[in-house]
């Protein structure tokens, strides 16, 4: 009985840190490639949950379907973002990118907070209390489409990269800039492309995250931090890494709030991270530098 | 010393800051209760940000999680305080105490196994981060319940104690970021100073010629730390009450670093200016809107942060630099 116990809390951490690795990934396909680090990354994400928010409350519309428009949204608005506010930034050191992205993320959650106000908002689909009996598993039907999308998507992102010219392409910038000029590739062009990809991953990340947990505006900081740790734990830059950082972190916040306290798990997370700086830095599954 | 102090300003730069102190000396005396708060506000982040600046404008190490040395300050005295009935200047040691032995943890970890760069960075959030949520489930401070002060009645002040009106905390904080300009000035013109400076423009040529890197930055994030803490010493004391969510919060230490950005990394006035800039802006626009009748949250917010971006995208080094040079400051040793 006690083992059901914690076979469901783990599938259920794996279900809903596949969704935060998929948020993860956008932050990682960001930074491999651009070597920004998006410091606005969770007010995009929030961005993302208030969208599928209206437009279930307003029009009745799911955000599993909408997942795809939505990631359309926050693909133009990284695109914008990329080209015209942050190409400038691409030779400065870090910690003027730091401020810059820090703007972008007070101007976002403080937009945020001025149209919908302080108060929590949340979507309940017709089937928020379904779930699927697999033998000794019940499995919540939210978090088991929410995680199967997640890796639809990701599988579909990773397909671009490997099986497309552009996605190539991409890869040749983020493996040698000054090489990908020489070659006449437009690397702005590119630049702008693999923020919009980052920012469709938040978009569908955000989408199904409306679906799991209620949404305020200061919300944003602490899915960074998240998305941040399972990079960093996955490696930074690495793509499969991104998606099981947010396993394994989604499991073992789960595991810590059934053994210790739930509010506590957030130390656990941390404690790990310190870890795979300290011993790991290039990450669990990052290849070294 | 005096002599010491007075080198590389030029005789305007040197009239123009004693006019200045002249007039924070005496603003108490024409200022009313919300300017003094505005001012002891600014002072509290020039001082922080000049703590701050030690690490990443003078040695490059660009750390996120200062809020961890607030915090720990913050609670150690007050802590102290509260239960032994130990004064804040006594307790000081003691924050002192800790947030080195942590300034000096973190900063070994980190330099002992080469963590750099945006994984630094990270690194310290973690740090803060941890604390945060390890102090709300601290029974023993009041976990995230917070934990609270003693309040004194505030017709009389009791600088020992710590205990009084607006005007003691604005002549102590006054006191503190001059110490913290006085000392910064002492340091960067030292051996110590150049030292830093070389292993922020190049580490590995720094390390060539001799100098002990791993050392010499550890320095700088124990007297960082240190000096952090005393900021969060009086943090505790001027609100009274603290929180794990408030003092040990990212924002915290997103909000303490912005002073020194804004007004001019590794300058010892950039801190000052960005302080009174930046405060100065957030109090203007709160005052403006409340005029206005426009009371939405987060519209002073989202104009703030336009500011941050326009600042940072046309003066990308600060602005005290830039003024520093319209003015005609530059002695003429430059």
């Not at chain 1, 015209?84 to 403080?110: C, D, G, K, T, Y």
């Not at chain 2, 007039?23 to 005396?29: D, E, H, N, S, Y």
């Amino acid at each position: 009985m006690s083992t059901d116990i914690y076979l469901n809390v783990a599938v259920s951490g794996v279900l809903t840190g596949l969704v935060y690795g998929l948020m993860a990934l956008g932050l990682s396909v960001i930074f491999g490639v651009i070597r920004v680090v998006n410091f606005a990354h969770g007010e995009m994400t929030t961005v993302a949950m208030y969208l599928a928010v209206v437009l279930f409350a307003t029009l009745g519309l799911d955000p599993l379907l909408m997942m795809v428009p939505i990631a359309g949204v926050l693909f133009v608005f990284g695109y914008a973002l990329q080209r015209w506010l942050i190409n400038p930034f691409i030779n400065r050191p870090e910690h003027s990118q730091f401020i810059l992205l820090v703007a972008v993320a007070i101007i976002l959650a403080n937009g945020l907070l001025i149209v919908f106000g302080p108060d929590a908002r949340s979507v309940q689909t017709s089937y928020a209390f379904d779930s699927f009996m697999i033998g000794p598993l019940i499995v919540d039907a939210t978090k088991a489409f929410a995680g199967l999308a997640a890796i639809a998507v990701a599988a579909a992102l990773f397909a671009f990269f490997r099986l497309t010219q552009l996605g190539t392409a991409i890869r040749a910038c983020a493996d040698n800039y000054t090489g990908a000029q020489v070659i006449g590739l437009n690397v702005p062009r590119l630049y702008a492309l693999t923020f919009g990809l980052g920012a469709a991953c938040v978009g569908a990340a955000g989408a199904m995250l409306a679906l799991v947990t209620d949404v305020t505006p200061p919300l944003g900081p602490s899915f960074t931090l998240l998305a941040f740790v399972i990079v960093i734990v996955g490696g930074l830059g690495s793509m499969p890494g991104a998606l099981a950082g947010g396993i394994l972190i989604g499991v073992i916040a789960a595991l810590a709030g059934l053994l210790y306290t739930p509010s506590a798990k957030g130390m656990f997370v941390f404690a790990i991270l310190v870890l795979v700086l300290l011993f790991r830095p290039q990450g669990i599954f990052g290849r070294r530098a | 010393m005096i002599a010491r102090l007075a080198e590389n300003v030029s005789p305007r730069a040197a009239t123009a800051l004693v006019l200045l102190l002249l007039a924070l000396l005496v603003a108490p005396w024409f200022a009313n209760d919300y300017l003094l708060t505005v001012l002891i506000l600014i002072f509290y982040f020039a001082y922080t940000g000049q703590a701050w600046n030690i690490m990443m404008g003078f040695t490059g190490q660009l750390s996120l999680g200062h809020a961890i040395y607030i915090g720990l300050g913050a609670y150690t005295t007050a802590v102290l305080f509260s239960f032994s009935g130990i004064s804040p200047w006594l307790g000081s040691f003691a924050a002192i105490l800790v947030t080195v032995l942590c300034g000096a943890m973190i900063g070994f970890l980190a330099f002992r196994f080469r963590v750099s760069g945006v994984y630094f960075a990270i690194l310290t959030i973690a740090f803060a981060e941890f604390a945060r949520i390890g102090f709300d489930h601290l029974s023993y401070v009041g976990g995230s319940a917070g934990f609270f002060l003693p309040v004194a009645n505030y017709t009389q002040s009791d600088l020992w104690t710590l205990r009084g009106k607006p005007i003691m905390f604005y002549y102590l904080s006054l006191g503190m970021t001059v110490a913290a300009v006085v000392m910064c000035h002492i340091m960067i013109s030292s051996r110590l100073g150049y030292f830093w400076l070389a292993i922020r423009e190049d580490e590995e040529a720094a390390r060539a010629v001799g100098i002990n890197t791993f050392r010499y930055k550890l320095i700088a994030v124990v007297i960082s730390a240190a000096m952090t803490s005393l900021a969060g010493v009086f943090f505790a004391f001027y609100y009274n009450n603290l929180f794990p969510e408030e003092v040990f919060s990212i924002n915290r230490s997103i909000e303490l670093i912005l002073a020194p950005i804004f007004g001019g990394l590794g300058t010892l006035f950039g801190p000052i200016l960005g302080a009174f800039m930046l405060t100065g802006l957030a109090e203007t626009l709160t005052t403006t809107l409340a005029a206005l009748g426009v009371d939405v949250p987060g519209a002073k917010q989202v104009f703030y942060g336009i500011c941050l971006l326009l600042v940072i995208t046309v003066l990308p080094d600060g602005v005290w630099p830039w003024l520093y040079r319209r003015l005609g400051l530059a002695g003429r040793c430059e």
